[in-house]
């Protein structure tokens, strides 16, 4: 009777540990994937203000960042973030419209507002 017990607890502490460290490997993707938005967000200012010189560089941006929400849509179940990622999403294509329109300098406050929701959701 004690070896059942001793070998259902430690099944149990076994499933609890295994949880465990998928949820955190799970905030430790969002974490990342959040400072990499960051990263491109950084970027996409930049090409902003200097799209006279070099217009590619906003669309650049623009594609690193998508590519990150992608990444972070398919590792998700959480309802917060995934209203963050869409708000993101949504942000990003008017900056894409604005871009294709002839809009030079676009208003990226948008983007900026967003991948700061995504990186508050994302924290620990």
């Known amino acids: 009777m ?10 149990a502490l076994a499933v609890t540990v295994t949880a465990g460290c998928g949820a955190i490997d799970k905030a430790v993707d969002c974490v990342n994937t959040a400072d990499a938005i960051g990263n491109s967000v950084g970027n996409l200012g930049r090409a902003v203000g200097n799209a006279t010189d070099n217009p590619a560089q906003a669309d650049q941006a623009l594609n690193d960042i998508d590519k990150e929400l992608s990444s972070l849509k398919s590792k998700t179940g959480d309802a917060d973030l995934s209203k963050a990622v869409d708000d993101l999403d949504k942000a990003v294509g008017n900056v894409r419209t604005a871009i294709k329109n002839g809009d030079n300098t676009p208003d990226i406050s948008g983007v900026t507002d967003a991948a700061k929701e995504v990186g508050k959701v994302c924290t620990p």
Do not use: D, E, N, S
């Not at 017990?5 to 099944?11: D, E, H, K």
């Open 2 to 11: 004690r070896r059942t017990v001793l070998a259902v607890a430690t099944a």
